[in-house]
């Protein structure tokens, strides 16, 4: 089995400290992060590698673990067999350490959202022939996901009640009974999640383009008057902090809604309006 370099996937020296580990793990999975490369295979899958290697290297108990087992193998080839033959290294070697954990915490306080990657049965599954945990796929709206929610759900011959946390993401999973539901939050008709953020366009008339005012804004916890300042150009972004979705496990933290203003030109006027946009381009506008 290939023993990989965790330090390399992130894009680090092993001397790297934990800030560094961390600050590597959120530069890199924000570039990578699948809904950021929709239609992008080999972006998931570097998501994915990134992902298992926060996982190691973000545990103290892990990394000290993994540290020590690279320096044992470090004669190994790519292939896990020593130069000029010997045994190959397996990570059975150490116990299911390394197999079917979850990191989805860490991605949900990244990015509201978690897409493990597909559990490894561990040494003990596969030597029991145990079954693999099934899977059940859950879809809730933009606005049960923002608020948090709960559903009775029926489960193969099994009914539960699950509560979701506000702030849960499409692709997290949680455990339950036997069992995991993977979430799928879906598309919105005025609202683009991007991780904890919003995205958001709206319209304001030409009059408030030019001479600047107050717009009302729905986010998904209300109405909120804006200010459009005097001068505002077609595709301007307002950023509106703190009014994005929740972080997920954070009782308090939030993403920011990113509002894109679009400028309304009128395909018509009346006569007066006529006139006056007439008298506009005599002045010089």
């Given amino acids: 089995m290939n023993f990989t370099d965790y330090y390399k996937v992130l894009e680090l020296e092993r001397s790297a400290s934990e800030d560094e580990i961390k600050k590597a793990f959120r530069r890199l999975a924000r570039q990578y992060h699948p809904d950021a490369n929709p239609n992008n295979p080999d972006a998931e899958e570097r998501f994915k590698k990134i992902s298992e290697a926060y996982e190691i290297l973000g545990d103290p108990a892990k990394k000290a673990k993994y540290d020590q087992l690279s320096r044992q193998t470090s004669g190994f080839t790519g292939n896990g067999a020593r130069p000029g033959g010997g045994a190959g290294f397996s990570m059975d070697e150490v116990g299911d350490m390394f197999s079917g954990t979850s990191f989805g915490d860490m991605l949900s306080e990244l990015f509201g959202q978690a897409r493990p990657s597909q559990r490894r049965s561990s ?26 929610t709960s559903k009775r759900l029926t489960l193969g011959q099994t009914t539960a ?14 455990r339950i009974a036997n069992a995991e539901l993977e979430v799928t939050v879906q598309p919105h008709e005025r609202f683009r999640r991007e991780a904890d953020d919003l995205q958001l366009r709206m319209t304001i008339p030409l009059t408030t383009a030019l001479l600047g ?40 933290a939030r993403g920011d809604l990113y509002v894109t203003l679009d400028v309304a030109v009128p395909a018509s006027l009346t006569e007066e309006q006529r006139q006056l946009v007439e008298q506009l381009r005599q002045s010089g506008l």
């Fill in 161 to 174: 009640d699950v509560a979701f946390r506000p702030g849960i993401a499409s692709g997290q999973r949680l």
């Fill in 213 to 252: 005012g107050r717009v009302d804004v729905q986010t998904l916890s209300g109405t909120l008057a804006v200010h459009v300042p005097a001068g505002t150009q077609p595709e301007k972004r307002l950023r509106l902090k703190g009014q994005g979705m929740p972080v997920y496990g954070s009782a308090d």
């Fill in 123 to 148: 040494a003990r599954q596969r030597a029991s022939g145990a079954r693999a945990t099934p899977v059940y796929t859950v879809r809730l709206t933009l606005e049960e996901a923002f608020s948090g």
